[in-house]
């Protein structure tokens, strides 16, 4: 018996197909899905900031020594949760959306609504060095796939509104709604049509108008921009973009490498163990890895480098500037570091604001080391700070538009905007240059489930292998007469191959029509000549565990046949017609394309 909520929603339904479009209907779930991702994104901020303003002011840090005790509550908390709660393995914010949109029709579990920001206000809360960006999109992602799937609407549209849900929750944590827009785009490979760009722009402005409600014009950095950019800076500019593009390539191989050391422990409370410990130790060390670090950049922003640091072993040295360069230096350094140790150690959280961190140390070292270099030079720290920011998440994330606009939009006007480009762009190419893949995407590149610009790939990475294969092939043994074959798989079957399997139904051959076609009407061949006789090797095979629908795709245009069978774990599976995956890729593009 249907449910009076399933009744009026069935009502809705019919009343909505009548009176108002699919596009109208699609903006107006964008400004509900803005909204939406834009209160998820203020809850996790607030019950984040809840949470570690009750340690400060409840346990008191006298001395850094509790730094050692709090990573390891915080990971300990999320293990339990992950363990008797939620049950399955954490996936990370992006990747898994990323993951969701290529080969799930954009289809997100109702659980990932709430478990980020649970799982990310533990981690964060206690100490642990990552972002609330990425869990804050991620529930943004799952209230929109939801909400669509409510609302039967179909797979493009939920991935549009996926984006949309990124750029609310974006707009909303950064009062940046341009920069919003364009991370959807980027991040997403999103095409840029007006179809698309509507639906951002609504859900950005209700993102943003989320946050102006709820925490006013409370903003993540008190900055206002008084030092113009000079010309004669332009090629200190050009160096920082250099030195962001090395700091981009060592955070992305430490990322990696620190995750691969970690899966050495097989259980995770070994896991939480080391990695609790190795956090409270570059906490112990570097109190400006705990939490974010938005207070870290406000304090370099505001030129107060001593405050910035905190209280550190080292606090009787700081009078001395190359001291506190190194200090700065070494943040620049371990940020990466503390970061993947949160994420292998069990931790939630996201990379975008890490980076920002890393970045803007690095940016004011490279000032500071310019202005004291004794060679007469003098630049903006705190322009320098900003950039350095940029220049990270152009090269670590392959997003420059982003960095540009983000920073942009930051400051509050585009008087930077020169050094940004020439900051942003070198960055991005010599990172671009020298890995393909970010940390978002890597993993999912190896998988053949990435979606970038590049259509044709796109199109590629969205369909589904099980969706062509075909069944209905007639199989033949390679000891079955000439006359068996003829009459019972020739007679019965509309095809002109013919797979050739052993008892075990592993693929040993095929038999094509052609193959045969001289001999079919020969009777005496039908009892002494067997199947084994006319049998040949495929010109290629289709694996089914680790052939991507790129790798089939090209294994045809390389062979030129126009059937190729399917192996799944060594055995005979199915068949693949190019006709019928031409039509697929075909159909595929058209549901696609705006």
């Given at each position: 018996?249907?449910?009076q909520n399933q009744?009026i929603?069935t009502?809705?339904?019919?009343w909505?197909y009548?009176?108002?479009?699919?596009r109208?209907f699609?903006?107006i779930?964008?400004v509900i899905v803005?909204?939406l991702?834009g209160?998820?994104?203020?809850?996790?901020k607030n019950?984040t900031?809840?949470i570690q303003e009750?340690?400060?002011?409840?346990?008191?840090?006298?001395?850094?020594?509790?730094?050692?005790?709090?990573?390891?509550?915080?990971?300990?908390?999320?293990?339990?949760?992950?363990?008797?709660?939620?049950?399955?393995?954490?996936?990370?914010?992006?990747?898994?959306?990323?993951?969701?949109?290529s080969?799930k029709?954009?289809?997100?579990?109702?659980?990932?609504?709430?478990?980020?920001?649970?799982t990310?206000?533990?981690?964060?809360?206690?100490g642990g060095s990552v972002?609330?960006?990425g869990?804050?999109v991620?529930?943004?992602?799952?209230i929109?796939?939801?909400?669509?799937r409510l609302?039967?609407?179909?797979?493009k549209?939920?991935?549009?509104?996926?984006a949309c849900?990124s750029?609310?929750?974006?707009?909303?944590i950064?009062?940046?709604?341009?920069?919003?827009i364009?991370?959807a785009v980027e991040?997403f490979?999103l095409?840029?049509?007006m179809?698309?760009?509507?639906?951002?722009?609504?859900a950005?402005?209700?993102?943003?108008l989320?946050?102006?409600?709820f925490l006013g014009?409370e903003?993540?950095?008190?900055?206002s921009?008084?030092d113009e950019?000079q010309?004669?800076?332009?090629?200190f500019?050009?160096?920082?973009?250099i030195g962001?593009?090395?700091?981009?390539?060592y955070?992305?191989?430490m990322?990696f490498?620190i995750i691969?050391?970690f899966?050495r422990?097989?259980?995770?409370?070994y896991?939480?163990?080391?990695?609790g410990?190795?956090?409270?130790g570059?906490l112990?060390?570097?109190?400006?890895l705990?939490g974010?670090?938005?207070?870290?950049i406000n304090n370099?922003?505001?030129g107060?480098?001593?405050?910035a640091?905190?209280?550190?072993p080292f606090?009787?040295y700081?009078q001395?500037?190359?001291v506190?360069?190194?200090?700065?230096?070494g943040?620049t350094?371990?940020k990466?570091?503390a970061?993947?140790t949160?994420f292998?150690a069990?931790?939630s959280?996201?990379i975008?604001?890490?980076?920002?961190?890393?970045?803007?140390a690095l940016g004011?070292?490279?000032?500071?080391?310019?202005?004291n270099?004794g060679?007469?030079?003098?630049v903006?720290e705190?322009?320098?700070t900003l950039i350095?920011m940029?220049?990270?998440?152009?090269?670590?994330?392959?997003?420059?538009?982003?960095a540009i606009?983000?920073?942009a939009?930051?400051?509050?006007?585009?008087?930077?905007?020169?050094p940004?480009?020439?900051?942003?762009?070198i960055?991005y190419?010599?990172?671009?240059?020298?890995?393909?893949h970010t940390i978002?995407?890597r993993?999912?590149?190896?998988?053949?489930a990435l979606?970038?610009?590049?259509k044709d790939?796109?199109?590629?990475?969205?369909?589904?292998?099980?969706d062509?294969i075909?069944?209905?092939f007639k199989?033949?043994s390679?000891?079955?007469?000439?006359?068996?074959?003829?009459h019972?798989?020739?007679?019965k079957?509309?095809?002109n191959?013919f797979?050739?399997i052993?008892?075990?139904n592993?693929l040993?051959?095929?038999?094509?029509?052609?193959?045969i076609?001289e001999?079919?009407?020969?009777t005496s061949?039908?009892?002494?000549?067997?199947v084994a006789?006319?049998?040949?090797?495929p010109?290629?095979?289709?694996?089914?565990e680790?052939?991507?629908?790129?790798?089939?795709?090209?294994?045809?245009?390389d062979?030129?046949?126009w059937?190729?069978?399917?192996?799944?774990e060594?055995?005979?599976y199915?068949?693949?017609?190019?006709?019928?995956?031409?039509?697929?890729y075909?159909?595929?593009?058209?549901?696609?394309?705006?």
């Amino acid at each position: 018996m249907p449910t009076q909520n399933q009744n009026i929603r069935t009502r809705f339904l019919k009343w909505r197909y009548k009176h108002i479009s699919n596009r109208t209907f699609t903006h107006i779930l964008s400004v509900i899905v803005g909204l939406l991702a834009g209160l998820a994104s203020v809850t996790l901020k607030n019950v984040t900031y809840g949470i570690q303003e009750l340690l400060e002011n409840g346990i008191i840090f006298s001395n850094n020594q509790l730094y050692f005790i709090l990573p390891i509550v915080g990971l300990t908390l999320v293990y339990l949760y992950v363990k008797y709660v939620y049950k399955k393995k954490l996936e990370h914010a992006i990747p898994s959306i990323l993951f969701a949109i290529s080969k799930k029709k954009s289809l997100i579990n109702v659980r990932k609504i709430y478990t980020p920001l649970i799982t990310a206000s533990f981690t964060v809360g206690f100490g642990g060095s990552v972002g609330l960006l990425g869990p804050a999109v991620a529930s943004g992602a799952a209230i929109s796939s939801n909400f669509g799937r409510l609302f039967h609407v179909d797979g493009k549209t939920r991935s549009l509104l996926i984006a949309c849900a990124s750029a609310g929750a974006i707009a909303s944590i950064f009062q940046s709604p341009i920069a919003a827009i364009i991370f959807a785009v980027e991040v997403f490979s999103l095409d840029l049509t007006m179809m698309s760009l509507l639906p951002l722009l609504l859900a950005s402005i209700s993102g943003v108008l989320t946050s102006y409600f709820f925490l006013g014009n409370e903003t993540l950095f008190n900055f206002s921009l008084t030092d113009e950019f000079q010309i004669r800076d332009t090629l200190f500019y050009c160096i920082l973009g250099i030195g962001t593009a090395i700091a981009s390539i060592y955070f992305t191989k430490m990322y990696f490498a620190i995750i691969q050391f970690f899966k050495r422990f097989k259980s995770p409370k070994y896991k939480l163990l080391v990695g609790g410990l190795a956090i409270g130790g570059m906490l112990y060390l570097i109190p400006p890895l705990f939490g974010e670090g938005f207070g870290f950049i406000n304090n370099l922003l505001d030129g107060n480098h001593i405050a910035a640091l905190g209280k550190t072993p080292f606090d009787s040295y700081t009078q001395h500037i190359w001291v506190v360069i190194a200090l700065l230096f070494g943040i620049t350094i371990f940020k990466a570091v503390a970061m993947t140790t949160t994420f292998a150690a069990g931790g939630s959280g996201g990379i975008f604001i890490p980076t920002m961190v890393m970045g803007s140390a690095l940016g004011n070292v490279v000032a500071k080391v310019i202005n004291n270099s004794g060679l007469g030079f003098q630049v903006s720290e705190s322009n320098f700070t900003l950039i350095g920011m940029a220049g990270l998440i152009a090269g670590v994330l392959h997003a420059p538009l982003t960095a540009i606009f983000l920073i942009a939009e930051i400051t509050g006007g585009y008087e930077l905007f020169v050094p940004l480009m020439i900051t942003a762009s070198i960055s991005y190419l010599i990172t671009k240059n020298t890995m393909n893949h970010t940390i978002y995407t890597r993993e999912l590149a190896a998988q053949g489930a990435l979606l970038t610009h590049n259509k044709d790939q796109t199109v590629l990475t969205l369909m589904q292998l099980d969706d062509v294969i075909e069944q209905n092939f007639k199989t033949v043994s390679p000891q079955m007469s000439l006359g068996d074959m003829l009459h019972q798989s020739v007679a019965k079957s509309t095809r002109n191959i013919f797979p050739v399997i052993d008892d075990e139904n592993a693929l040993v051959g095929i038999v094509l029509l052609d193959d045969i076609r001289e001999f079919m009407f020969d009777t005496s061949m039908y009892t002494n000549t067997d199947v084994a006789t006319f049998m040949r090797n495929p010109p290629e095979h289709i694996f089914y565990e680790k052939d991507s629908m790129q790798k089939v795709m090209q294994k045809f245009q390389d062979s030129g046949a126009w059937n190729l069978p399917v192996i799944k774990e060594g055995k005979y599976y199915g068949i693949v017609s190019k006709s019928k995956l031409l039509t697929a890729y075909r159909r595929k593009l058209i549901n696609f394309t705006p």
